[in-house]
């Protein structure tokens, strides 16, 4: 079965512009699902942040569009999220995932990795 | 894109059944049959325990059933054991590309 993992900076300052990468692990990038990321802050509930198809076709939460991008590349089995502007707010586990299409709830998760804004 | 309303909290004792209601709109929950639940045990990842309102994953115990009813959803957990105290998340696709989760509800086994 897939699995993802999830890296990323752990600490990061405010107004920075942070970058994950989840690396898929069976070849799979290329096949026909959708890869996304959700993040949780800590206590909190889940928020879907957004999506990307192999081709680069790209889906964001409208509430987060502005600040974020999801980008991949297939050679390296792996996608990516950049959230741009970050503050205190944007402290979470950051779990990246598997769909079958944008939007669709997801059936894979990754471990998750814990991103801190904090001076 | 508002989130999908869910209970903070429930509880039964061991062997009993407990429902837990997943409520969103006509535009989520009510308008496609892509409703997910998910299983997060403390310091974990989300585990999908139902898909597409009521389909359980391979390896999914059947106590873990799924249903739907115009815009609110249900997980059923039937013969409540220990192990099945955890927190419990719903999701919906919400149309155009995007996808909304509830608030979670703890589930706690007396």
């Known amino acids: 079965q897939v699995q993802l993992q999830e890296s990323g900076p752990g600490l990061v300052k405010p107004s920075e512009t942070p970058s994950l990468t989840c690396t898929v692990s069976?070849?799979?990038?290329?096949?026909?699902?959708?890869w996304g990321w959700i993040r949780q802050p800590p206590g909190k509930g889940l928020e879907w942040i957004g999506s990307?198809?192999?081709?680069?076709?790209?889906y964001y939460n409208p509430s987060l569009k502005s600040r974020v991008t999801i980008s991949v590349d297939t050679s390296k089995n792996q996608f990516s999220l950049k959230v741009s502007s970050v503050t205190a707010a944007d402290t979470a586990v950051y779990y990246c995932?598997?769909?079958?299409?944008?939007?669709?709830?997801?059936?894979?998760w990754g471990q998750g990795t814990l991103v801190t804004v904090s001076s | 894109q508002s989130a999908l309303t869910q209970p903070p909290s429930a509880s039964g004792s061991p062997g009993q059944s407990v429902t837990i209601s997943c409520t969103g709109t006509?535009?989520?929950?009510?308008?496609?049959?892509?409703v997910s639940w998910y299983q997060q045990y403390p310091g974990k990842a989300p585990k999908l325990i139902i898909y597409?309102?009521?389909k359980r994953p391979s390896g999914v115990p059947d106590r873990f059933s799924g249903s739907k009813s115009g815009n609110t959803a249900s997980l059923t957990v039937s013969g409540l054991q220990a192990e099945d105290e955890a927190d419990y998340y719903c999701?919906?696709?919400?149309?155009?590309?995007?996808?909304?989760f509830g608030g979670g509800t703890k589930l706690t086994v007396l």
């Open positions: 006509s535009s989520d929950v009510g308008g496609y049959n892509y």
């Open positions: 990307i198809y192999y081709s680069g076709s790209t």
């Open positions: 995932a598997r769909a079958k299409g944008p939007g669709i709830p997801p059936d894979y």
């Open positions: 597409e309102v009521s």
């Open positions: 999701s919906s696709y919400a149309g155009s590309n995007k996808g909304v």
């Open positions: 069976d070849n799979s990038i290329s096949s026909a699902y959708y």
